[in-house]
């Protein structure tokens, strides 16, 4: 018998999440010996030095579990937060909350409502959970949250809305958000995943924790970004109690490891290098979209560390040609934008070797074409 026919039916049917290419396969694949990734969204300046030295103490107590219920770290955003506690989930990333939320609430032929294109993990861990997924297309590269109200029906059980959005950096406002909520049945629910949140400037951005016991709404968010613990995997969420309860219900005991929660919480206390981070990512976006101005590149406005480019037909062959120059981007024909790349903002050195390479790319396409 062949072990394909085991396999549960939604499984099969689903493409894997393909993250972005590793420094070291890059290195080893074309002999280089320097490689800069801005293709994963990933802290250019690294993580916290507090969170270092908070791991490197912790270190002596590895041979023991970690807290299951974290209930330290739950304390310190609890408090940042102004939050409860209980009102708080922890997770192994902020992807891990996003399949907890799915495996707690949803039956097969259920629907979900998502974005399209979006974070790619919503349809995959829907579909493997045998949700009927309702896709409803971006609007000028922003979430149609009009048209996604007007797709609900009685089936609908959840909904998705990554503000902002990855993979095109826009955002949703405090106003399309409150008129999306108004006369929304409580038999839904809104999950907000705002892994990008420390990034946000803009003033009309809804605050989403207002929205927490409020029907039934979740709010993701990450360590793994602005606070640079990408590699230690730990998100968290909000929600009502209740929710939280049942999240609790189908969590891992020990979801998130020690050193995790440990560096989450001493980032968590450094102001300084959240500043730096913000400070890179805004001179980053600066700098790349008034040079794709200049040489007439279509680019979305992103409010995060990335920005989304067309760069025409050719994008993967320009997106393995940077790799070759040792500049790891983001090809996007995956979420069905063939003629795009996504750029992670950089340090100065990164972002300015990315457009000189990406300029010599284009001049040389250019003059074969002629």
């Not at 349809?123 to 409803?136: P, Q």
């Not at 399309?176 to 990008?196: P, R």
Request: with cysteine; net charge positive; glycine share 6%.
């Amino acid at each position: 018998m062949s072990i394909k026919k085991l396999v549960k039916k939604s499984i099969l049917s689903i493409k894997p999440y393909k993250p972005g290419k590793p420094i070291e396969d890059v290195k080893r694949e074309f002999g280089l010996k320097n490689v800069y990734k801005m293709a994963s969204n990933e802290n250019a300046i690294g993580p916290s030095p507090k969170a270092i030295a908070a791991i490197k103490k912790g270190l002596l107590n590895i041979n023991r579990y970690p807290d299951g219920n974290s209930f330290s770290l739950k304390k310190a955003l609890a408090k940042k937060f102004m939050l409860r506690p209980e009102n708080l989930i922890i997770g192994n990333g902020s992807d891990e909350i996003i399949v907890l939320a799915l495996r707690t609430f949803i039956n097969k032929g259920d629907e979900v409502i998502i974005a399209h294109p979006t974070f790619l993990v919503y349809k995959i861990a829907s579909t493997i959970v045998g949700a009927k997924i309702v896709s409803v297309p971006l609007k000028a590269f922003h979430y149609d949250l009009d048209a996604m109200k007007k797709k609900i029906t009685k089936k609908t059980k959840m909904i998705f809305i990554a503000n902002p959005d990855n993979p095109t950096g826009s955002y949703v406002n405090r106003t399309e958000v409150e008129k999306f909520l108004k006369g929304l049945s409580k038999d839904i629910i809104v999950f907000f995943d705002e892994a990008y949140f420390e990034y946000i400037t803009a003033r009309d951005f809804p605050n989403s924790m207002r929205y927490v016991g409020r029907g039934n709404v979740i709010v993701s968010r990450s360590f793994s970004k602005a606070y640079g613990l990408g590699g230690l995997r730990v998100g968290w969420a909000a929600a009502s109690k209740e929710i939280i309860g049942y999240l609790n219900q189908v969590r891992e005991p020990f979801n998130v490891n020690m050193l995790a929660q440990i560096a989450a919480i001493a980032a968590l206390d450094d102001k300084k290098h959240v500043l730096r981070s913000q400070k890179l990512i805004k001179e980053g976006n600066k700098l790349l979209c008034e040079e794709f101005k200049k040489m007439k590149l279509f680019y979305v406005p992103s409010v995060s560390n990335f920005v989304l480019v067309n760069v025409g037909y050719k994008a993967l062959e320009i997106y393995e040609k940077l790799m070759r120059k040792g500049i790891i981007v983001r090809e996007m024909s995956a979420w069905g934008l063939k003629n795009f790349i996504r750029v992670t903002f950089g340090t100065n050195k990164e972002n300015r070797l990315f457009l000189k390479y990406l300029k010599k790319i284009l001049k040389i396409n250019r003059e074969k074409e002629k």
